[in-house]
């Protein structure tokens, strides 16, 4: 099984927070799609020949493309690749160019599965983050979404916003719940170096949200959900009806996939690799064929360290037989000696040779996985 991303790196106008790559410069959107034409044909040889289970279309904003644009990259995906008839291909979307009409036209091109950037129903923090589109218009996005045939839809939130008061929260919570979308990815904001928010925050013209405050709206985030019927399958994701993103759950649990487009990664098992995170850089090595990305050979710990930093984050957890049988008897004994103390301190619990995070581990997570990894 094998998954593709492709990175579409246009925005309309940038979030306060974001740090994905992105340009507002639209004029380079046709020689870049000659370009990622280009990459589908000369990358294929990186799945060699495995089916292709999952395409995402992630950015950056896909639903900058046109109808036909996007029927044009499909096509070519479809002729290049073995991609299985029951494939899940995701877009994400920005709810603004979400009209009844873009709806149909992502429905009928063969995209089933959508991923819109909501962030947030009250309008005041949709404005403070510098988002194109109001809290309705992002319900009404969902909404016709259904009208035009969607049944797996995703939505983003994003909670530990400056100002965002736990009630706040919690009502966003509930907002979604009464939507018709099946998944739903809650992010705490994160304040990445070269994005107006941080700059504000180094600067003291913006307030971090305490962690006391963070801690309890990632607690209010997981009980809405168990109350809601959201099943919690990764740290930040949560599904009702078990419609778990296939595509990020390959990531999750070592899956290859090939990354197209400007910043995109790619991973065979053996490599990682990754393109270079700029549309001009990336359209002039294509077309002169020479080298748009850098790649890194594994080493054996690198695949542990891997392995861990990945399927920890999920609800199926790491095995003892895998670590074992992939990775030999001395990482297997570092991992059992390391993981005690966490199943001591109930920040893990294990149930026949499955290691998982607890709700308290969940909170801790970044520091667990950071001891678990051979340096
Ligand atoms: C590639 S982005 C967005 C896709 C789409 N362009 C949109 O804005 O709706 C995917 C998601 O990452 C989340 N995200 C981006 N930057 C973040 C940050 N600094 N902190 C937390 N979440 C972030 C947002 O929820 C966003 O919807
Ligand atoms: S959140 Fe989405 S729309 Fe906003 S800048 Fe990032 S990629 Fe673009």
Known sequence: MAGIYIHIPFCRQKCYYCNFYKTVNQNFTSIFLNALANEIVSGKYFLSSEPVETIYFGGGTPSVLTENELVEILN????????????????????DDLNPAYLNSLFSSGVNRLSIGIQSFNDEHLKKMNRRHTAKQAVNSVGNAVKAGFNNISIDLIYGLPGLTSQQWKQNLDDAFQLPAEHLSAY??????????????????????????????????????????????????????????????????????????????????????????????????????????????????????????????????????????????????????????????KKITEQNGIFTLTRAGLFVSDDIMANLMII
């Not at 690749?81 to 920005?94: G, K, L, Q, R």
């Not at 304040?191 to 107006?196: D, L, V």
């Not at 294509?286 to 080493?299: D, G, M």
């Not at 710990?301 to 957890?317: C, P, S, V």
């Open 76 to 95: 070519l995906l479809h002729k290049e690749f073995t991609v299985t008839s029951d494939a899940e291909i995701t877009f994400e979307a920005n709810p």
């Open 188 to 345: 705490h904001l994160t304040y990445h170096e070269g994005t107006p928010f941080y700059t504000w925050l180094k600067k003291g013209t913006l307030t971090e949200l305490s962690e006391d405050k963070s801690v309890e709206q990632f607690n209010i985030l997981l009980d809405s959900c168990l109350d809601a019927g959201f099943e919690q399958y990764e740290i930040s994701n949560f599904t009702r009806d078990k419609k778990y993103s296939k595509h990020n759950t390959a990531y999750w649990t070592g899956g290859k996939y090939l990354g197209l487009g400007p910043s995109a990664h790619s991973f065979d098992g053996e490599k990682r690799r990754w393109n270079v995170a700029h549309v001009e850089a990336y359209c002039n090595a294509i077309e002169n064929k020479t080298s748009y990305f850098q790649e890194e050979q594994l080493s054996e710990n690198d695949k542990f360290n891997e392995y861990i930093l990945t399927n920890i984050r999920t609800k199926w957890g790491l095995s003892q037989e895998t670590i074992s049988e992939r990775f030999g008897k001395s990482r297997a004994d570092f991992f059992t000696r390391e993981i005690e103390k966490y199943i001591q301190n």
